[in-house]
């Protein structure tokens, strides 16, 4: 089964940017459309943006106009670029197919935004 690796979080203050990175190990968009997702502690994991083969996006409203979903299908990587991160973004973040999570879920990369 292809695997997810997701990478690029890290510590930032306020208003700053950063670019995530979701490598899969094998072909990912012959399989589904392909989704960011967070999830805070204790809470239910949220859907952030999808993004299709053909590079059509959709957001959620906490992000839009802030973050920016993109792929590269040659290197089966899906990017999400973080900007004006706020302190309500702090959470791990994953990838996954969408609408149907398909595959197992990788480690998550931590964003953590506070001044």
């Known amino acids: 089964q292809v695997q997810l690796a997701e990478s690029g979080g890290g510590l930032v203050q306020p208003g700053a940017s950063l670019r995530l990175s979701c490598a899969a190990s094998?072909?990912?968009?012959?399989?589904?459309?392909m989704g960011w997702y967070r999830q805070a502690p204790g809470k239910q994991r949220e859907l952030v943006a999808t993004?299709?083969?053909?590079?059509?996006?959709r957001y959620a409203d906490s992000v839009k106009g802030r973050f920016a979903i993109s792929e590269d299908s040659a290197k089966n990587t899906v990017y999400l670029q973080m900007n004006d991160l706020k302190p309500e973004d702090t959470t791990v973040y994953y990838c996954?197919?969408?609408?149907?999570?398909?595959?197992?879920w990788g480690q998550g990369t931590q964003v953590a935004v506070s001044s």
């Open positions: 993004v299709t083969y053909e590079g059509f996006t």
């Open positions: 996954n197919t969408w609408p149907t999570v398909q595959l197992s």
């Open positions: 094998g072909e990912i968009f012959s399989i589904s459309v």
